[in-house]
């Protein structure tokens, strides 16, 4: 099938790639010309594992197009597909111009059937709006070619993108017509574990549930990280806590560590979305997501908090190592990392911080342009040089077993601060290590 992927940020780039390794003839477009020459020149402008070898195999394979020229990509694909960004607005709310923008030159230079898919996320009633969208620029046209507009929302996490595109545990498909929901059907066969995993409803459910898979999963996130400050005053361990209410299938064990609060692209922006969708469109008040973003806010400052109890208000002279600066492993991400509110609390309190990520690093100089107080070291024991602690942000791999002696050696103190609950705490507390993690 001919399929046009509309933006190539982590959706359109993962989709594209997949849906071409599946045998299909994908046109992605960009209306930044820097992230279109990159892919041209063999790069990919995120990380991704795996996704760079993906790309370059179906470029090779030809069936793998990049573009920036919006009328080529409308003709191109049969089905065109919307995986533009929706970020918060001024109010929380999904901002939508990409979208519509994104609509409009579908409409502006389509010719025949189109099947627009909306696999951004966005609120209930955006079918609607990309639909009179189109239909706009049409009559603009005087023309009045076929059309059907779909909701399939994605739920991949970065990170894991490409398994989860390719084998996910659900595609939901929001459709109020036959036609676009036999394309649909046949663009997703090759694409299903061992069974059909397509589930078709009507598009509003489709729009609502994506927002309610994040919303439930933030919601568990923050209750495990109340708790975890209960227990910690408790003196209960929330590791042993979790594993006590995770065998319990009704529960389940999945996105149920605490830890330093939840960051990156979707969860924040989703929930805030969320709520205010609810009170603009529907006049409710969503009492529990407003508690959950409280927790979170609430969350993500535990880390300095901490910090400060420990060394004192005034951290001038203090210096802290930082393992972790992505909003999660795997990824070079920083969107609402919860690295950037940790490291902003120990400036403003005075002290310089030298951090380490993987590959995050380069896109953390974004968030702290000319900060002269945050260095950047070559790897995770440089890091450690000359520091009073150590704090621990993100969950990379290569953190979780780590040289304790050496540790020791470089800390002035040590004394570790753990938002990921990464060891064992009587391990490492026998080892002369104060530990200091989330709800342990
Ligand atoms: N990042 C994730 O893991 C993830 C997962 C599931 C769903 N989503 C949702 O998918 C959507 C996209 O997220 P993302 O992280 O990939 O976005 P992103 O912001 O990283 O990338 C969006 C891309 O769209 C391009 N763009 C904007 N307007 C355009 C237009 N009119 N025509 C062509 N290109 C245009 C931008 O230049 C950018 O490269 C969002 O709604 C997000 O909530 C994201
Ligand atoms: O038990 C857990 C699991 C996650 N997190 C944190 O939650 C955040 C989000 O993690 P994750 O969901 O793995 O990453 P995303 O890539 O943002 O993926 C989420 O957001 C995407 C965009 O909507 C959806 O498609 C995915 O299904 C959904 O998991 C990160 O800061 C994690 O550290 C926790 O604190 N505890």
Known sequence: MKITVIGTGYVGLVSGACFADVGNDVLCLDVDPAKIKILEDGGIPIYEPGLQEMVKRNVAAGRLHFTTDVEKAAHFGTVQFIAVGTPPDEDGSADMKYVIAAARNIGKYMTDYKVVVDKSTVPVGTADRVKAAIADELAKRGVNTPFSVVSNPEFLKEGAAIDDFMRPDRIVVGCDDEQAALNMRALYAPIQRNHDRLIVMDIRSAELTKYAAN????????????????????????????????????????????????????????????????????????????????????????????????????????????????????????????????????????????????????????????????????????????????????????FRSPDFDTIKAKLKQPVIFDGRNLYDPKMIRSMGIEYQAIGR
């Open 215 to 398: 919303a439930m999963l933030a919601t568990r996130i923050s209750f495990m990280n109340e708790l975890a400050n209960l227990a910690e005053k408790l003196g209960a361990d929330i590791e042993n806590v979790r594993k006590g209410i995770g065998s319990d299938p009704r529960i389940g064990y999945d996105f149920l560590y605490a830890g330093a609060g939840y960051g990156g692209s979707c969860f924040p922006k989703d929930v805030q979305a969320l709520i205010k969708t609810a009170q603009t469109d529907a006049g409710i008040n969503l009492k529990v997501l407003n508690a959950v973003e409280e927790a979170n806010d609430a969350q993500k400052r535990v880390l300095g908090r901490k910090v400060l109890q420990r060394f004192g208000a005034d951290l001038k002279g203090k210096h802290f190592a930082l393992w972790g600066l992505a909003f999660k492993a795997n990824t070079d991400d920083m969107r609402k990392a919860t690295s950037r509110d940790v490291i902003q609390d120990l400036l403003d309190a005075g002290a310089t911080v030298t951090a380490y990520d993987p590959v995050a690093m380069k896109e953390a100089q974004h968030c702290f342009p000319n900060e002269a107080r945050l260095s950047y070291a070559d790897n995770q024991t440089a890091a450690l040089e000359g520091a009073d602690a150590l704090i621990i942000v993100t969950e990379w791999r290569e």
